[in-house]
């Protein structure tokens, strides 16, 4: 059994896509880029777009009724590997315990021109 879910607060998708899939107890979030859920205009600089995403992350974690302390394994992009530093930093702030599995590659382009982004596995 699946069952999408597209989280109130959290900004639209920019594709055809829901911000997650639940499959059985394991949550399925698509990528968070540091969109503003309002205007869905990316914030300012690579540490705003990572609250900002990381805050999205939480909102659809919520809308799911789960917590950051669920995630089981985190995948962050970032456009630029010399903000992993700060991104790391504004990490360790959402993820305090049960700490999650991760990955963090660098990449060519994010859409919309983001600097940031994570995407995450959530079990319930």
Known sequence: MKK?????????AVGPYSHAVLAGDTLYISGQ????PVTGDLQEGVEKQAKQG??????????AGLTYSDVVK???FLADMGDFAKVNAIYGEYFTENLPARSAVAVKELPKGGLFEIEAIAVK
């Open 54 to 63: 990381f805050e999205n992350l939480g909102v659809i974690l919520k809308e």
């Open 33 to 36: 880029l540091g969109l503003d």
């Open 4 to 12: 999408q879910i597209n989280a109130q607060g959290a900004p639209a």
């Open 74 to 76: 985190t995948t962050v």
